[in-house]
């Protein structure tokens, strides 16, 4: 049901922008689900990067990212984007976008499991 693209290599300091598309039941109703990002690296465990809200109660972002990522939707385009900025070699893993139903009305989460439903991932390489 969804589906990411965008990962790649980028230079320290550089930029990518991830792509998470749905489709499925989720198609017609990406308005009613918190969309998050999650990142993993290789040894370590799945953490939140940000998540954008079902409603108008904003997004969220882990710390390590603030300023640098920006998290969007279109509803319409059935399409949340990952815009990465300054990327270091700690933001390199792999990224998934995961959709969660319960959070309609409540600003969006980072805990894994109100994700009931998540991509396969794109990878981020950030080395010169």
């Known amino acids: 049901h969804l589906v990411e693209s965008g990962g790649g290599l980028a230079q320290p300091g550089g930029s990518l922008r991830l792509s998470c598309v749905v489709s499925?039941?989720?198609?017609?109703?990406?308005?009613?689900?918190?969309i998050g990002w999650f990142r993993q690296a290789p040894g370590k465990e799945r953490e939140g990067v940000a998540c954008?809200?079902?409603?108008?109660?904003?997004?969220y972002y882990v710390d390590s990212v603030k300023g640098r990522f920006t998290i969007s939707r279109d509803n319409g385009e059935n399409t949340v984007w990952l815009q990465m900025n300054n990327l270091n070699a700690e933001d390199a893993g792999n990224y998934s976008c995961?959709?969660?139903?319960?959070?309609?009305?409540?600003?969006?989460?980072?805990?894994?499991?109100?994700?009931?439903?998540w991509g396969q991932g794109t990878q981020v390489t950030v080395s010169s």
């Open positions: 995961a959709a969660d139903p319960g959070s309609f009305q409540a600003r969006c989460r980072m805990k894994e499991k109100l994700y009931d439903y």
């Open positions: 499925g039941f989720i198609h017609d109703n990406l308005d009613l689900y918190a």
């Open positions: 954008s809200s079902a409603t108008d109660k904003g997004e």
